[in-house]
């Protein structure tokens, strides 16, 4: 079992920067890809990076590329979702998730955090 708690969200303006963490309980989390997926109101959840379990290899959503930097630390039991150049259409509640079933669905899921780019 793998319980996640996001944090880092918050309002920004166009332009700025953002980093979100996702603090993992559970020995195991070291062992699952993990993933950030998004969802603005009236929208369908979408994903957005994904790094497997060494870190070695990540991807990301064509409208993040470039601008989105995913990381995490196996030690500290935490993902990172480093956002640069933030634009208004990134505004949604940010999802963290483990044990990624391809881009569309996950194991564990956490809560959820507010990211709100203002123009």
């Known amino acids: 079992q793998v319980q996640l708690v996001e944090s880092g969200g918050g309002l920004v303006q166009a332009g700025g920067s953002l980093r979100l963490s996702c603090a993992a309980s559970?020995?195991?989390?070291?062992?699952?890809?993990m993933g950030w997926f998004r969802q603005a109101p009236g929208k369908e959840r979408e994903f957005v990076a994904r790094?497997?379990?060494?870190?070695?290899?990540?991807g990301y959503a064509d409208s993040v590329k470039g601008r989105f930097t995913i990381s995490r630390d196996n030690a500290k039991n935490t993902g990172y979702l480093q956002m640069n150049s933030l634009k208004p259409e990134d505004t949604a509640v940010y999802y963290c998730?483990?044990?990624?079933?391809?881009?569309?669905?996950?194991?564990?899921w956490g809560q959820g955090t507010q990211v709100t780019v203002s123009s």
């Open positions: 998730a483990a044990g990624l079933r391809g881009n569309t669905g996950a194991d564990y």
């Open positions: 559970g020995r195991t989390f070291s062992r699952y890809a």
């Open positions: 790094i497997n379990w060494p870190g070695a290899s990540t």
